[in-house]
């Protein structure tokens, strides 16, 4: 049995602070890889409409299939590579998948398609691996992760961003891929950020100022313009790039609170309802405190009156926030609470457990679960279903996923 350190970029679920290639023939890149992409395709007057769903970053957790990215060892504990390692959430087991020997980023990127890998290599060309769901390697593309990031995806396109706001003038591009072409993603140089993908449209935050943003990394400059300045989410056209609905606007440095300040963050959507979490700065001994803000379809705001001193998670099905959790270890007691603030389970971790803490909610209503990591096969995560009403009254009868082959 071996014991290896993860790598910074391959850690797949974060301890809760409180987050093969069987030979296949490779087909040949469209286009030459470059430290930046190239726009490749001239823009259309109005980008290509999205035909499918918008995927955001905690999309992986929303399938009836998980797949874990590990590093992968010798005997000597030499890293040779990576293995892909696939967790059939129904048939309650996990098996390889797919390996390389290229060092692949944490997150994968899944489709209803397909299976996308990113790869990390400091000192050669990177790419996107893309794999049909029999885990076969259909194509790559040439991808740099050092120079662009990617934003939010769908079926057809990656939305890559390589600068925001407030320091850069925000720009991005959609890369398609199936071809590899890249053309223009328009959006407004005040976009600070893309955090989620909300039904058929993106999550957007901009920054709102009386004054031209000075785009610089000046602090005296930037300071004096952001203690002014507001931070406005907005739903927007994914395809455009253009904003066509304001969500909410909050102070960009914090609001005072009467006791300090808050600042709010995006947390998720619920129907026509969009939440907030807000951090609220105290004194030293009381620390940092969370909240959530709920905003209606009117623009109505409420506090579900939520103050906890670590920190608010949240649990979704296919993209919609179904409740919000919190725990001060892991594994420890996890407190969950339904979307109007109220507390509807304290729950606690099974005996022998190294970890545990919900991840989402599958499509019949099952919970997925994190339950520790398996030493044997890369230190790969180990996951678990539980039906929702036996995980909030506290039952231990989960099913963990068994490896096989």
């Known amino acids: 049995m071996k014991n290896h350190t993860r790598l910074p970029l391959l850690v797949t679920a974060a301890v809760f602070a409180l987050t093969a290639c069987a030979p296949v023939a490779d087909t040949t890149p469209t286009a030459e890889p470059t430290a930046t992409p190239e726009i490749t395709a001239e823009p259309t007057a ?33 890293h040779i590579g990576t293995n892909v390692y696939k967790n059939d959430l129904n048939a309650g087991q996990v098996s390889l998948f797919y390996s390389c020997d290229d060092l692949c980023n944490a997150e994968p990127y899944v489709t209803s398609d397909a299976v996308y890998l990113l790869t990390y290599n400091r000192d050669r060309d990177n790419k996107i691996i893309a794999l049909s769901h029999d885990g076969t390697k259909t194509h790559e593309i040439p991808f740099d992760p050092y120079a662009a990031s990617i934003a939010l995806y769908s079926d ?19 890369l398609d891929l199936q071809t590899g072409e890249t053309t223009p993603w328009d959006l407004p140089a005040e976009t600070a950020a893309t955090p989620d993908a909300a039904g058929d449209f993106a999550v957007t935050a901009r920054l709102i100022s009386d004054h031209p943003v000075p785009f610089t990394s000046d602090p005296e400059i930037s300071d004096a313009l952001l203690q002014n300045s507001l931070l406005e989410y907005d739903l927007m056209d994914a395809a ?43 004194s030293e001994e009381e620390g940092i405190k969370m909240s959530v803000l709920r905003v209606g379809s009117d623009g109505t705001q409420e506090d579900l009156g939520l103050m906890v001193n670590v920190s608010l998670r949240e649990l979704r099905q296919n993209g919609e926030l179904q409740w919000l ?35 989402s909610m599958l499509d019949d209503g099952r919970i997925l679960l994190l339950i520790g990591y398996d030493l044997d096969h890369d230190y790969m995560t180990r996951y678990a279903t539980i039906d929702a009403d036996a995980f909030l009254n506290g039952s231990t009868e989960y099913t963990a996923m068994e490896f096989v082959g």
């Open 46 to 78: 109005e980008p290509a409409a999205e035909t499918g769903p918008l995927y955001g970053m905690t999309s992986r957790y929303s399938q009836s299939v998980v797949y874990d990215v590990m590093p992968a060892f010798n005997d000597q504990s030499d």
């Open 156 to 174: 057809r396109y990656f939305y890559c961003v390589g600068g925001l706001a407030p320091y850069n003038t925000a720009s991005g591009f959609r």
């Open 240 to 282: 455009t790039g253009k904003p066509t609905a304001k969500i909410a606007k909050f102070p960009y440095k914090g609001a005072d609170d009467g006791s300090g300040y808050v600042y709010y963050t995006y947390l998720g959507k619920s129907g026509d309802d969009f939440y907030f979490t807000g951090e609220h700065s105290r």
């Open 325 to 359: 959790f919190a725990m001060s270890s892991n594994p420890g007691t996890i407190t969950v609470y339904d979307l109007q603030g109220t507390q509807i389970a304290q729950v606690n971790p099974p005996a022998g457990v190294e970890s545990y803490y919900p991840l």
